[in-house]
């Protein structure tokens, strides 16, 4: 039975089985998806030894998630949905690194040269799709060129880097900087704990210098 909103009663009415019937029904439904608070996965999965899709759990010290970065967007507590299969976070999680590197390179590549600081890359428990939002300020060397940033994935599974939920501007100029920004679904993940990963390329053959690069992502139960 679905959760139906219970009628109202007044002084002296009597409680009939129907009217309780609903009640309890009600403390069920609403029940079984508040799950509570825990410090950690582990003393949330002891103490729900058989979760059910919709349930909700708050940890106050988790393990997971992590980030790299020069500054990391780490929340100290998050909120976990289980999906039937994992206990996805749905707090968003992030990491910016200011400083510019450089790539020449074709392919997506997560190296850039120059004194480029860490790489952003965010870690955390995702299902089978999330949502990445992404920057970066992109100056090409060269005319005509198109610039793309996107994210690789590894972990439960390995997903390359692809155009389908990159960022990328085209600037007509040398030199000329803009910025790429999305936020995106990406898909064909394997649910379970996924390490999301920056990753350059350009369009043809030039150097594009990159810089003030975010990366934030947050599971979809």
């Not at 129907?18 to 029940?31: C, E, F, H, R, Y």
């Not at 030894?49 to 967007?73: C, D, F, H, K, R």
């Not at 972990?155 to 030199?175: C, E, I, L, M, R």
Request: proline share 5%; with cysteine.
């Amino acid at each position: 039975m679905a959760y139906a909103t219970p009628g109202t009663v007044a002084a002296g009415d009597v409680a009939t089985a129907a009217a309780w019937n609903v009640i309890a029904n009600d403390i069920i439904q609403i029940g079984g998806l508040a799950q509570g608070v825990f410090t950690t996965e582990a003393a949330r999965d002891a103490a729900i030894t058989s979760p059910t899709e919709g349930m909700i759990a708050y940890l106050t010290a988790p393990t997971v998630p992590a980030a790299t970065g020069t500054t990391t967007l780490l929340p100290t507590g998050i909120r976990t949905v289980y999906n039937g299969s994992v206990w996805v976070c749905v707090t968003p999680v992030g990491a910016v690194t200011p400083a510019q590197g450089a790539t020449t390179s074709l392919s997506y590549t997560p190296t850039l040269t120059g004194t480029a600081g860490t790489n952003p890359s965010v870690t955390l428990v995702t299902g089978t799709t999330a949502v990445i939002s992404l920057k970066a300020f992109a100056a090409p060397s060269a005319v005509n060129i198109y610039s793309l940033v996107s994210v690789a994935v590894s972990g439960a599974g390995t997903v390359a880097a692809s155009d389908d939920w990159s960022a990328y501007q085209y600037t007509s100029a040398a030199n000329e900087g803009v910025t790429n920004s999305t936020t995106t679904m990406i898909y064909g993940l394997t649910a379970g704990t996924n390490t999301f990963t920056m990753q350059y390329k350009i369009g043809s053959a030039a150097s594009v210098n990159f810089s003030a690069r975010s990366l934030m992502v947050y599971g979809i139960a």
